[in-house]
């Protein structure tokens, strides 16, 4: 039986988050784990998943152990924690050893609610037999749908999961994810080994947002169009860094504040472009799809792809972006034929030859210079350009080639780290003060990093090299030369920042004759990979049936009531009105609506309208939030 505190819900979420009541079915979902239950979360995107885990966790003794695949968006959401005064930490790959003895030690003390893991780290037997000293309330699964084969991001290290629980004599276990289809919804259950079916879900239904797909041939001047005939801020999504800077630089061009955004960058820019962006200083953030997660903005009123997504699923996450504060938003998509061909030869691409794949694999045990045998949990900062470059590999062949060698468990491929600088002094204080004494070249150093630094004794301590260059009056090269003098000589422990992914080894490298690439993980796949183009691709083409209702069938809900605002059905709908010209009669209310005006007299500019179509289409647009209607009948744009 688990231990609770006498704290309730409800009184979690106002102390923490401010809120007064609960989304539905987030609380029904709290109150399932905090009755022992193993309990499935279907949210979309935007539906409060963290929520339904973070609250019990506050409420239960313990540790919440939660399973996440995304580095980043496990710092993203420990910084969001520590921001409310949630005791959270995670453990990712890039950290030192006695930085996560401290992590696991701080847990075992009762000082940490939340602790974030990769389920790589599972695979790990010293790991594991730490944390049975830890005090774990339940085990909380973010990003389920990646336990599935049939999910869209399989990834076999989930699979542990099960295992896993057994260690803790079957402890509850909440799986969350915003896209599963139902047959992957049945295959997380029985992955995880649930004790009975128990599955929460929300529709996935979004009335206020309008998928729109347009065939173009000059995409580019479309999106200038899109952009001037729709108002507020906006996501544009595109397949390569390239593509993203030099949209940006168009838009600009054409007076449409835009900014660009990829891994490529550093942090630093990353994160000022972001806060721009979130602020309304740029309008546009041009970006590669790992743009948007741990995001907090509800006032997006655009998402444009410019390019395919691969799937249904990863399409209708990104779209989810839009609209998050329930206002009225557009999901639009700008294809051409030759985009689909594209689409389809990456679907092949994802699979390439075994023998280069098994190429791939000993090149990189050369390139880390690791012999057979040995390199188990070992990892290293992976600069995948100049690997293929060293290699004569084509990066995405090569990537493509290491995501399968990951499917069959020989590495893990982390994303972006974007680890700050950080150091801890490893010797007594008296040994530190002696070594003042002894090096007067270094004593002025030495004490400015304890002034500026404290708490470098009992733990790892984020520093800024630049800022400690300018305190000293030196320079940021030799602040650096300095730190890693004092690491080789083993009075620190200084690790310098790094946003580069990193290979892990999960088991220890083996001669090329010994690899062997699963047809579970190749030809299977391979299959299930191909479905999932086929059913985006009917997706964009079929223009008869409302794209709403298109998406939910394919997440295994019905439903025969049409949308009325995506591209099928406005041309729909519009023809059923002969005079229904939607798009103008929304532009000539958007004209009249800028200041309140009573509703019968704005009924008097519309004569060109039947009084159906005219009384239809208002209560559309005041449905979707894009009029606002006041207590005097009077009506006000609100876009």
């Known amino acids: 039986m688990m231990e609770k505190s006498n704290l309730k819900p409800n009184e979690v979420l106002q102390k923490y988050w401010g809120y007064s009541s609960f989304r539905f079915p987030q609380q029904d979902i709290i109150e399932?784990?905090?009755?022992?239950?193993?309990?499935?979360?279907?949210?979309?995107?935007?539906?409060?998943?963290?929520?339904?885990?973070?609250?019990?966790?506050?409420?239960l003794e313990g540790t919440c152990l939660v399973i996440s695949p995304l580095i980043s968006l496990m710092k993203d959401q420990v910084q969001n924690l520590r921001k409310r005064n949630i005791k959270a930490s995670a453990i990712v790959s890039g950290m030192r050893e006695n930085e996560i003895e401290t992590v696991l030690e701080n847990c075992k003390a009762g000082k940490i609610k939340i602790l974030y893991v990769s389920p790589e780290r599972l695979q790990s037997e010293i790991f594991k037999e730490r944390l049975l000293h830890v005090k774990i309330s339940f085990i909380a699964v973010d990003e389920a749908h990646c336990i599935s084969q049939w999910g869209y991001d399989f990834r076999p290290p989930y699979l542990k999961i099960a295992d896993f629980r057994t260690l803790?004599?079957?402890?509850?276990?909440?799986?969350?994810?915003?896209?599963?289809?139902?047959?992957?919804?049945?295959d997380i259950q029985e992955k995880l080994q649930f004790k009975k079916p128990n599955v929460f879900s929300k529709s996935f239904s979004r009335s206020n947002l309008a998928y729109q797909v347009y065939f173009e041939e000059n995409k580019w001047k479309k999106l200038i169009d899109v952009l001037n005939e729709n108002q507020g801020s906006g996501i544009v999504y595109t397949r390569s860094r390239k593509l993203t800077e030099e949209i940006a630089k168009y838009l600009n061009k054409a007076e449409i504040a835009a900014d660009y955004y990829h891994a490529g960058l550093s942090a630093q820019d990353r994160d000022i472009?972001?806060?721009?962006?979130?602020?309304?200083?740029?309008?546009?953030?041009?970006?590669?799809?790992?743009?948007?997660?741990?995001?907090?903005?509800?006032?997006?009123?655009?998402?444009?792809?410019?390019?395919?997504?691969?799937?249904?699923?990863?399409?209708?996450?990104?779209?989810?972006?839009?609209g998050r504060d329930e206002k009225f938003a557009k999901a639009i998509t700008l294809f051409e034929n030759a985009d689909i061909s594209i689409l389809q030869d990456r679907a092949n691409q994802a699979f390439p030859p075994k023998a280069f794949i098994k190429s791939v694999y000993t090149a990189l045990g050369n390139y880390f210079q690791l012999p057979n045998g040995s390199g188990k949990e070992a990892s290293f900062?992976?600069?995948?350009?100049?690997?293929?470059?060293?290699?004569?590999?084509?990066?995405?062949?090569?990537?493509?080639?290491?995501?399968?060698?990951?499917?069959?468990?020989?590495?893990?491929?982390?994303?972006?780290?974007?680890?700050?600088?950080?150091?801890?002094?490893l010797v007594p204080y008296r040994d530190f003060y002696e070594l003042q004494l002894k090096n007067k070249k270094m004593e002025f150093f030495l004490k400015t990093l304890l002034r500026n630094y404290p708490g470098l004794f009992d733990q790892f301590v984020k520093i800024n090299e630049n800022k400690l260059a300018k305190t000293l009056g030196s320079t940021t090269k030799n602040v650096e030369e300095m730190l890693h003098y004092l690491h080789k000589t083993k009075v620190v422990d200084y690790a310098k920042a790094s946003n580069k992914p990193q290979i892990i080894y999960t088991r220890e490298r083996i001669a090329i004759e010994n690899v062997t690439i699963s047809k579970a993980n190749y030809e299977t796949r391979k299959e299930v990979h191909l479905k999932r183009v086929e059913a985006m691709v009917n997706f964009l083409t079929n223009n008869k049936v409302c794209r709403s209702r298109q998406l939910l069938a394919y997440f295994g809900e019905k439903n025969d009531e049409d949308c009325k605002v995506c591209d099928v059905c406005l041309k729909k709908y519009s023809k059923h009105h002969r005079k229904s010209d939607l798009v103008a009669f929304t532009e000539k209310i958007r004209i009249n609506t800028q200041k309140p005006i009573h509703i019968q007299e704005l009924g008097i500019n519309f004569k060109e309208f039947s009084d159906e179509f005219f009384l239809e289409n208002i209560n559309n647009l005041i449905n979707n939030g894009i009029l606002l209607y006041d207590n005097h009948q009077k009506i006000t744009w609100h876009g």
């Open 32 to 59: 399932s784990i905090l009755a022992g239950k193993d309990t499935l979360a279907l949210l979309p995107t935007g539906g409060g998943k963290s929520i339904c885990f973070q609250i019990p966790a506050l409420i």
């Open 168 to 186: 803790y004599h079957n402890l509850p276990v909440m799986a969350l994810t915003a896209t599963a289809t139902p047959e992957v919804v049945i």
């Open 273 to 322: 472009k972001q806060k721009n962006w979130v602020i309304g200083t740029t309008r546009i953030i041009c970006a590669t799809n790992a743009f948007g997660m741990g995001i907090d903005k509800p006032d997006v009123r655009l998402v444009i792809h410019m390019n395919i997504p691969d799937n249904l699923e990863s399409y209708f996450q990104e779209a989810g972006r839009g």
């Open 381 to 425: 900062e992976f600069d995948i350009e100049a690997f293929s470059k060293r290699y004569n590999f084509k990066m995405v062949e090569a990537y493509n080639a290491l995501k399968i060698l990951e499917k069959d468990e020989y590495i893990a491929l982390t994303d972006f780290l974007d680890f700050k600088s950080r150091l801890n002094i």
